[in-house]
């Protein structure tokens, strides 16, 4: 009944930095164009949480989104990130199995 491979992922960001993180975030979002394989991926914020974002991604399968991470673009995204994260406090994978807008 698995249609598709789905990750959130909440970032804690260093105190004022989320802007600065979202803005990389959204341009990874951007960068995703070219991956058929990626069906979503979404960058969200609380405003009662200043300093965390989450990711949610949905994928045709984990194999396209590990094979993404090899991408020399998407590493070097990463590696601009990385000093704006303080921690990675959660990461859920999980078998899509549908909903809306998939």
């Not at 990626?38 to 396209?64: A, F, K, L, M, R």
């Not at 090899?70 to 899509?96: C, H, T, Y």
Request: aromatic residues 4%; charged residues 25%.
């Amino acid at each position: 009944m698995k249609i598709a491979f789905g990750l959130i992922t909440k970032f804690k960001a260093h105190p004022g930095n989320r802007r600065a993180l979202v803005n990389i975030l959204l341009e990874a979002a951007a960068g995703l164009d070219k991956y058929n394989a990626c069906i979503q991926y979404v960058v969200s914020v609380n405003e009662d949480d200043p300093d965390t974002v989450i990711v949610t991604e949905v994928w045709t399968d984990s194999g396209h989104h590990k094979a993404s991470l090899d991408n020399e673009e998407v590493k070097a995204v990463i590696e601009r990130a990385k000093p704006l994260i303080e921690s990675i406090e959660k990461s859920v994978s999980m078998d899509v199995v549908g909903g809306k807008g998939l």
